[in-house]
């Protein structure tokens, strides 16, 4: 895979919506946060943790990816209110192996964090990894089961 540096956060975004789309539309489903660090290398890492309370999607993340993130409205306010469309999806990872969900274990990556089952009403101070995988469109595949919004 090439490894795309020196993007501005408006062209990572617009790579990223392009990139998930050509991986769901090739069949392979889902893409994890270690894929997208396959595919946009140290501009990716940082120190900024994505989360939802205290559900941490990922850490070790950048400023710039963050901000491509936002731009794809998955988690946004703005985009509820219909002011910004929604260009990709994130879904929770249900199967797992030995604790570990299967994606990530397959990558040979997990965190070393409790895993949260849900976000919603998840309000204990103990950080936990709420894993996920990202779609390229706006919504749950076809035959998708259990596939909440994600929320703020």
Request: one cysteine or more; aromatic letters at 8%.
């Amino acid at each position: 895979m090439v490894v795309k540096e020196n993007l501005s956060a408006e062209e990572m975004a617009e790579d990223l919506v392009e990139f998930l789309a050509t991986q769901f539309n090739a069949g392979s489903g889902g893409c994890t946060f270690i894929e997208l660090q396959r595919r946009y290398g140290s501009q990716m890492k940082g120190d900024i943790r994505l989360a939802i309370d205290n559900a941490v999607l990922w850490s070790d993340l950048s400023e710039k990816f963050c901000d491509a993130f936002d731009k794809l409205g998955i988690m946004d306010k703005e985009r509820e209110l219909g002011l910004k469309e929604k260009r990709a999806h994130l879904h929770p990872v249900q199967t797992q192996l030995g604790g570990i969900p299967l994606p990530y274990l397959l990558e040979g990556v997990s965190m070393s964090l409790p895993i949260a089952k849900t976000t919603k009403d998840y309000k204990s101070e103990k950080l936990h990894w709420f894993p996920v995988l990202f779609y390229g469109n706006s919504k749950c595949p076809k035959g998708t089961k259990g596939c909440p919004e994600i929320e703020e």
